[in-house]
């Protein structure tokens, strides 16, 4: 989903960091062999997340949603030494095409990789976060923003994918989208929710910046 006219997004890639050719192999692979490959982060989102992330510096990432694993190695770049990013993702056919690429990577000692349900999984992690991704099924968003809030680190942060959702949170809504009325749900939930700051970014499909207080 492009919000800006193709031409400046086009300007936005040419004048942005590069995608590392590591992460351009997993792209490239992602698009010729798994379904729905624009569910992948992509190389400007990519280079944001990774950005995001070497300023924060965190010990402890949680990511909600690892899909082939382009986002996790983004973030991953900005880990501290003896960091360790958590990535759960509900499909274990994608195990093996993660674990390929993980393994192959400078944080395959730092990455621990989760199959199953997020809601069940995320309160048997000890750690306190300081940034988590969520990027998995919308008409969850609510319930896992509720499981993380009180896991944050003061001042951490929570990066949420997709909250415009193709444009359709300001749209009339049709009875049976779920996604995007728990999206809607989210959206109001993290405005008005006094322990975060909250800011919604008009990058792809729109991408929260959340700061935990």
Not at 183 to 195: F, G, P, Q, S
Request: hydrophobic share 40%; with cysteine.
């Amino acid at each position: 989903m492009h919000f800006l006219p193709e031409a400046i997004d086009q300007y936005i890639l040419e004048h942005s960091v590069k995608e590392p050719e590591f992460l351009a192999k997993l792209n490239r692979e992602t698009n010729q062999k798994v379904l729905q490959p624009r569910m992948l982060s992509g190389n400007y989102q990519g280079r944001i997340l990774s950005l995001i992330s070497k300023i924060i510096a965190p010990k402890s990432i949680l990511e909600i949603g690892t899909y082939t694993g382009y986002s996790a190695l983004c973030l991953a770049e900005g880990l501290t030494k003896d960091g360790i990013l958590h990535t759960i993702d509900i499909n274990e056919e994608l195990y093996d095409f993660q674990q390929k690429y993980f393994q192959a990577s400078e944080y395959k000692n730092q990455i621990k990789q989760y199959i199953g349900d997020a809601r069940e999984i995320i309160p048997e992690i000890d750690a306190k976060f300081d940034l988590v991704f969520i990027d998995a099924d919308k008409p969850n968003y609510p319930a896992y923003f509720d499981l993380i809030i009180g896991k944050m680190i003061p001042g951490g942060v929570i990066l949420s994918d997709n909250v415009l959702w193709s444009g359709k949170v300001v749209e009339p809504v049709k009875p049976e989208d779920e996604s995007t009325r728990a999206l809607l749900k989210y959206n109001k939930m993290l405005a008005e929710d006094e322990r975060v700051e909250t800011v919604i970014l008009p990058i792809r499909d729109g991408l929260t910046l959340t700061r935990v207080k």
